[in-house]
């Protein structure tokens, strides 16, 4: 038996060196993972996360199109998005950089604005 009642999950997808984006999206739990991945594309806009070109993940197990959101192992309150690329591995240049020096309290300032999004994305429903 399966309810119509909201819940949220957050959608984290990485950006390079840039902090991720998260994405608190509000589900239905009859909704599918194909159903999750169209309110992607709509929230992200400007055809950036286009729906064919997403993969989303759950403890690091790529997620079926049909697999309904809410009945997912383990209860996740997260996800992770990834994006299919065109790039061949030979278009890919590798770069050797040495680690930067971080200190500590600029990555403090990271997590604090990670915080700060998280916290004004939840007021936005999709």
């Not at 589900?27 to 194909?34: A, I, K, Y």
Request: glycine share 4%; aromatic share 2%; proline share 6%.
């Amino acid at each position: 038996e399966v309810c119509d009642e909201d819940f949220e999950i957050i959608v984290i997808a990485p950006e390079g060196d840039a902090p991720p984006v998260v994405m608190p999206i509000t589900l239905q739990s009859s909704d599918t993972v194909s159903q999750l991945k169209d309110r992607i594309d709509r929230h992200s806009g400007d055809g950036k996360r286009p729906k064919d070109k997403q993969i989303l993940l759950c403890w690091g197990q790529e997620l079926s199109d049909s697999a309904v959101v809410s009945e997912l192992e383990d209860s996740p309150q997260a996800l992770t998005l990834l994006m299919k690329t065109d790039l061949t591995l030979s278009s890919v240049t590798m770069v050797s950089e040495a680690p930067r020096k971080r200190s500590r309290n600029s990555t403090a300032r990271v997590l604090e604005q990670m915080l700060r999004n998280i916290q004004e994305l939840s007021l936005i429903h999709i």
